[in-house]
């Protein structure tokens, strides 16, 4: 199957399924980053972004959902986004939390 166009990752990323599952996987690496030692590289940046993320996951997970479909592990050109792994969706929502939210 070809590569999706941007039209098709715009109504992929409208998917509500889709949409709750990347807010779960926000919500369960801020939690996981609350619990990281207080030595951890950047703690204090990376905890107050994660209490945000916590008090606010709406916000982030409007950001999120489409860059997400960038990431090749999620693979968008399947029709049902039900088909996107737990492992490879939560894999895509820390890779962008690192790369673009976390980025200091």
Request: glycine share 2%.
């Amino acid at each position: 199957m070809a590569k999706p166009n941007r039209l098709q990752l715009a109504d992929f990323s409208k998917h509500n399924d889709f949409i709750a599952r990347v807010y779960v996987c926000v919500v369960f690496y801020a939690r996981y980053i609350l619990g990281e030692p207080a030595e951890t590289a950047l703690h204090k940046s990376r905890v107050a972004w994660a209490q945000g993320a916590i008090a606010n996951p709406s916000v982030v997970n409007g950001l999120m959902t489409r860059i997400v479909l960038e990431f090749e592990n999620v693979d968008p050109w399947n029709a049902d986004p039900a088909s996107v792994s737990d492992t490879a969706l939560q894999t895509a929502v820390e890779s962008v939390i690192n790369t673009t939210f976390l980025v200091f």
